[in-house]
T-cell receptor
Framework: KAGVTQTPRYLIKTRGQQVTLSCSPISGHRSVSWYQQTPGQGLQFLFEYFSETQRNKGNFPGRFSGRQFSNSRSEMNVSTLELGDSALYLC????????????FGQGTRLTVV | ELKVEQNPLFLSMQEGKNYTIYCNYSTTSDRLYWYRQDPGKSLESLFVLLSNGAVKQEGRLMASLDTKARLSTLHITAAVHDLSATYFCAVDLNSGYALNFGKGTSLLVTP
C-alpha cells in the first residue's frame, strides 16, 4: 500500500516569507503528526491532528500552524520564516491512538536563506 | 516536562559483538517506540512497546520496556554492518501521537 507522502521534498525560501508543506497519510489513517528535525535540537513535536481537529500541540511559536482536511491530508504553514526554521520537517500517519505504529513520510527539507 | 535520554549517543562496535542502547524517560508512560533512521532518510518504525515488561524481537534487535524504572533497552546481538544507523526512542504521554524523542544513538558497526 502507498506510504505517507510529503510534498515538496525540498524547498528554499527567503527570510520573512511563508511556506506551506503538505502531508498525505496512508489510506484509512486519521492521525497526522508533524515533527521538526534539526542537528542541534533533534526531533521535536510540532502538532497532531485527528479527524480535522488539533489533538496535541508542541512548544513552537504561533508562526507554526497546521490544519487537516476531511480526507485526512494535512498541511503545516510557517509564516515569517527565520533562518532557524531550516530543518527537515517530517509527518507521521497512524490509524488512531497510540496503540499502533506511526509511519513517517520522507520529509520536506526546508532551507531558509 | 517529559525528558527522554538515550545513551550512549555514539557507539562504534565490531561486527559480531553485542551491545545495549538505553532509553530513560522522566514521566510515567506505558507507550514507547523505537525508530531507525539512515542518513538522509526518514524514520523507520522498529518496535512499539505498550506495557510494562513488553519484549519484542526482530532479527538481531530486541527491545524491552520497564515502566516502573522508566527504562527501555534496545539490545543488539551479533552486530552486522547493515545495522549502522541512528536509533531513536520516543515516548508518548498523551492519547494521540505527540512523540517526545531522545537525541538518538548513532551506531557504526565496523568489520
Amino acid at each position: 500500500k502507498a506510504g505517507v507522502t510529503q510534498t515538496p521534498r525540498y524547498l528554499i525560501k527567503t527570510r520573512g516569507q511563508q511556506v506551506t508543506l503538505s502531508c498525505s497519510p496512508i489510506s484509512g489513517h486519521r492521525s497526522v503528526s508533524w515533527y521538526q528535525q534539526t542537528p542541534g535540537q533533534g526531533l521535536q513535536f510540532l502538532f497532531e491532528y485527528f479527524s480535522e481537529t488539533q489533538r496535541n500541540k508542541g512548544n513552537f511559536p504561533g508562526r507554526f500552524s497546521g490544519r487537516q482536511f476531511s480526507n485526512s491530508r494535512s498541511e503545516m504553514n510557517v509564516s515569517t520564516l527565520e533562518l532557524g526554521d531550516s530543518a527537515l520537517y517530517l509527518c507521521a500517519s497512524s490509524f488512531e491512538t497510540g496503540s499502533t505504529e506511526a509511519f513517517f513520510g520522507q520529509g520536506t527539507r526546508l532551507t531558509v536563506v | 516536562e517529559l525528558k527522554v535520554e538515550q545513551n550512549p549517543l555514539f557507539l562504534s562496535m565490531q561486527e559480531g559483538k553485542n551491545y545495549t542502547i538505553y532509553c530513560n524517560y522522566s514521566t510515567t508512560s506505558d507507550r514507547l517506540y523505537w525508530y531507525r533512521q539512515d542518513p538522509g532518510k526518514s524514520l523507520e518504525s522498529l518496535f512499539v512497546l505498550l506495557s510494562n515488561g513488553a519484549v519484542k524481537q526482530e532479527g538481531r534487535l530486541m527491545a524491552s520496556l520497564d515502566t516502573k524504572a522508566r527504562l527501555s533497552t534496545l539490545h543488539i546481538t551479533a552486530a552486522v554492518h547493515d545495522l549502522s544507523a541512528t536509533y531513536f526512542c520516543a515516548v508518548d504521554l498523551n492519547s494521540g501521537y505527540a512523540l517526545n524523542f531522545g537525541k538518538g544513538t548513532s551506531l557504526l558497526v565496523t568489520p
